[in-house]
């Protein structure tokens, strides 16, 4: 775990209309580490994460990303620094198989004809690497996949295209218990092999199983931010519900 | 943290990505299971009732089982045919074309237009019959880019579309009632039969095809799922390829009017050869994909960056050009456009024909091999009725109950697949 950020936001401000989303908002998140993002309903960290993603554009502050200022305008832009999003509703066609679902508008061709053969050899590593070991066959049709193989898809996919940020949206928002452990250990693993990870959740105890930091957003601004080692539950909580005092904030 | 990987573990057991089913009769019996139990039938419905129907008529009728009839059946069929081709990639969005039965029409009434013996503008029938085929396809890529970029139902589009093109086919034929086709070129697409040794040459041909896609597969994609081919299946895949395709060509060499002896009907060609090119562009390619995942989730195809208005669009030209050509067909098979074009229920039996082939209303799942399995269907079931001297209402309600029989089928098939997946 290096110190420099890879992401460094500062002083971000976004506004629709008359409503402020974000107030000036510091973020921060390091190569190999899961910052989890959390904040009651309408603080700020969706419109946060779609600045970041490139779905929205921030109305004013800084975004560094590995120590260069950059303007991210779009998607695209997003992409080419090797920020990925998965978002809360899946983002895959259930009539499609796992690796038409992994190369999804990124399809390897020659003269626009499928190289099936590739992609599916890539799909296979991609999700050996992650061990995704439940998913019995890759050209099973994501639609008979269970919810937490779906998830564990839409998560090898964005870490398949050398990204160096993945941003996870409530990723076990709909899962069961059994199928959230196996995507945290997943979001755990990403972590472990150099990645950036932001990891919004509402579910506390999630947080805490996958999280090296935490960042607690309340009414668009950035509460503070904690090690998990060194916090409780507790102390979340308050901090989501009151926002916290500044030197409960340890660094 | 470290014991990621027992954590990982769903309920069952981890299967090693690289596992297949097993291979011979006892993959065969697990693969068959699997694919009744998540709904995944694909064309065997259609080919159980395409022979169950095959044999009531053969049992029943007595001029059914000729050679002739059979060479007219594909003659009648092609032109719906080739509909049912642009259907199926309009389904596949989830989107519907009800325009394509009168846009067959303005098809038939362009090159009857451009071939007319005497006028300024007479010019050969194939380039006519190009022409005609490109104004179709922007017909529909307009029709298409008022679906994609303003928003507008495809129903109430090609609606719109369905009214105008009959409107103007009215006005252009109203007063002059008929145009005679005499263009050769323009007749031969349903009224030329190859003769007997060029027949079995393309049934040789088309029974090759599916072994080289096999090997070339094997070859291009060793080691991966793609590649394997469960040796029964293949056989009986290649081994009643050849019996259909030289079984089409024998008998299509046997086909006689009065004395003259007929053969492979060109119609029958132009049909494979659509075949062929449309499922390698559904299947092969990366827009055949995007077409896919448009149908399936239009979302996450726009949020993997897929250029989703043009998808539409480009499918809505298809739609349109397929249209112009099933509706030079049918100009040519009766040698003329007349005001009752088109004839019977064209539009209605081209999305019933692929509805039956196992394509989804909802969109994202079907095969355009089924559009072609649902008209011979459809032209078979209606042909058949017609030698057994059954009334048109009986055979509209029956069409009707085969259509209905099939959607059922098709939402069981949908209900098991959703199940399938928890």
Not at chain 1, 19 to 27: E, K, R, S, T
Not at chain 1, 218 to 243: D, M, P
Request: charged fraction near 15%; aromatic fraction near 8%.
């Amino acid at each position: 775990m290096t110190d420099t950020p890879l992401l460094e936001l500062r002083n971000i401000t976004k506004s629709f209309g008359s409503v402020q989303a974000l107030a000036g908002v510091d973020f921060e998140v390091r190569k190999g580490e899961v910052m989890a993002l959390v904040g009651d309903n309408g603080a700020g960290k969706s419109t946060l994460v779609k600045c970041v993603a490139g779905t929205h554009e921030a109305d004013g502050g800084q975004i560094f990303f590995d120590g260069q200022e950059v303007h991210i305008h779009g998607p695209k832009d997003a992409a080419r620094l090797g920020i990925e999003v998965v978002y809360q509703d899946l983002a895959l066609c259930d009539n499609l198989d796992v690796v038409q679902n992994m190369y999804l508008g990124r399809e390897l061709n020659r003269f626009q004809i499928l190289e099936e053969a590739t992609m599916e050899q890539q799909t296979a590593k991609t999700l050996k690497s992650l061990a995704v070991t439940t998913i019995r066959s890759v050209r099973q049709p994501v639609a008979t996949l269970s919810g937490g193989q779906r998830q564990s898809v839409a998560v090898a996919k964005a870490v398949q295209w050398n990204s160096k940020l993945v941003l996870l949206d409530e990723p076990t928002a709909a899962l069961g218990v059994a199928q959230t452990e196996q995507v945290l250990a997943l979001v755990r693993r990403l972590g472990e092999q150099g990645l950036a990870v932001v990891l919004i959740s509402h579910n506390l105890n999630d947080v805490f199983e996958t999280a090296d930091r935490i960042t607690v957003l309340r009414l668009g601004k950035s509460v503070g931010v904690f090690e998990r080692r060194n916090t409780t539950q507790q102390a979340i909580v308050e901090a989501i519900t009151f926002g916290a005092p500044a030197k409960a904030v340890e660094e | 943290m470290t014991s990621a990987d027992v954590i990982g573990q769903d309920k069952r057991p981890p299967v090693d990505p690289e596992e297949e089913l097993p291979g011979g009769f006892a993959g065969l019996r697990a693969r068959a299971w699997l694919n009744l139990r998540t709904g995944n039938l694909g064309p065997a419905p259609i080919i159980v009732g395409l022979a169950v129907t095959v044999a009531i008529f053969g049992l029943t009728a007595t001029n059914f089982f000729t050679a002739t009839n059979f060479a007219n059946l594909i003659t009648e069929s092609a032109g719906t045919a080739m509909l049912a081709y642009g259907v199926v990639f309009v389904l596949l969005l989830g989107e519907i074309d009800l325009s394509i039965g009168y846009l067959a029409g303005i098809g038939a009434l362009i090159v009857a237009e451009l071939q007319l013996p005497g006028s300024s503008w007479q010019m050969n029938g194939i380039l006519a019959m190009l022409i005609a085929v490109i104004v179709c396809a922007l017909i529909g890529g307009f029709q298409g880019s008022i679906v994609a970029y303003v928003g507008v139902p495809s129903f109430v589009v090609t609606l719109g579309g369905f009214l105008i093109w009959q409107g103007v086919i009215l006005n252009k034929l109203e007063q002059r009632g008929t145009i005679i086709i005499q263009d050769r070129w323009i007749n031969y697409t349903d009224s030329y039969f190859f003769s007997h040794w060029i027949g079995w040459v393309i049934a040789a041909i088309v029974t090759a095809l599916y072994p080289i896609s096999v090997l070339y597969k094997a070859i291009t994609a060793r080691g991966t799922h793609i590649a394997q081919v469960n040796p029964v299946i293949f056989a009986a895949r290649a081994g009643g390829l050849a019996i259909v395709a030289f079984g089409i060509v024998g008998i299509s060499n046997h086909a006689k009017v009065i004395t003259t002896s007929l053969g492979l009907p060109l119609a029958g060609v132009i049909l494979v050869v659509f075949l062929i090119l449309l499922t390698f562009l559904a299947r092969w390619t990366t827009f055949g994909r995007h077409v896919y995942a448009v149908g399936g989730n239009a979302e996450a195809a726009r949020r993997a960056g897929i250029n989703v208005p043009r998808i539409r669009v480009l499918v809505f030209m298809i739609s349109g050009a397929t249209a112009g050509i099933g509706g030079i067909i049918f100009a040519a098979q009766v040698n003329s456009v007349a005001l009752t074009f088109p004839p019977g229920n064209l539009l209605l039996n081209a999305i019933a024909s692929a509805v039956i082939g196992g394509v989804s209303l909802f969109g994202g799942r079907g095969e355009v091999r089924g559009a072609l399995l649902g008209a011979v269907l459809i032209g078979t079931l209606q042909n058949g009725l017609n030698t057994l001297n059954v009334s048109n209402g009986w055979i509209y309600i029956i069409t009707g109950l085969v259509l209905l029989f099939a959607v059922t089928l098709d939402t069981f098939a949908v209900r098991l697949q959703k199940r399938s997946g928890r």
